[in-house]
């Protein structure tokens, strides 16, 4: 954004698609690498999908324990009027 100020609209697209190409570059490169650890630990893929389930029903509490103090925080506040 810098770039673009200073450089012109340019200079910000270029250095914007720098930015763009890194980050593909990085997150290829960090997928593949998760990749070949799974690959090579024949039961981390099975961990990795039983901890991912745990983690969605953990969201899943959370979830309806803040819709429970939001209808209570709503019933309190509209009682003390």
């Known amino acids: ?7 012109g609209k340019r200079y910000g697209i270029v250095a914007a698609m ?3 190409t890194g980050l593909l570059l990085h ?3 960090t997928a593949l ?8 630990v024949p039961g ?3 961990m ?3 901890l991912g389930g745990f ?6 509490i959370q979830t309806f324990k ?6 209570l925080g709503e019933t309190i506040s509209q009682s003390s009027y």
Do not use: D, N, P, W
């Open 1 to 7: 954004m810098t770039r673009g100020v200073l450089f």
């Open 18 to 20: 720098e930015i763009a």
């Open 27 to 29: 997150k290829s490169l």
């Open 33 to 40: 690498g998760v990749a070949l650890i799974i690959q090579a």
């Open 44 to 46: 981390l893929f099975s």
């Open 48 to 50: 990795t999908t039983y």
């Open 55 to 60: 983690y969605l029903i953990y969201l899943e």
């Open 66 to 71: 803040s819709r429970e103090m939001l209808e």
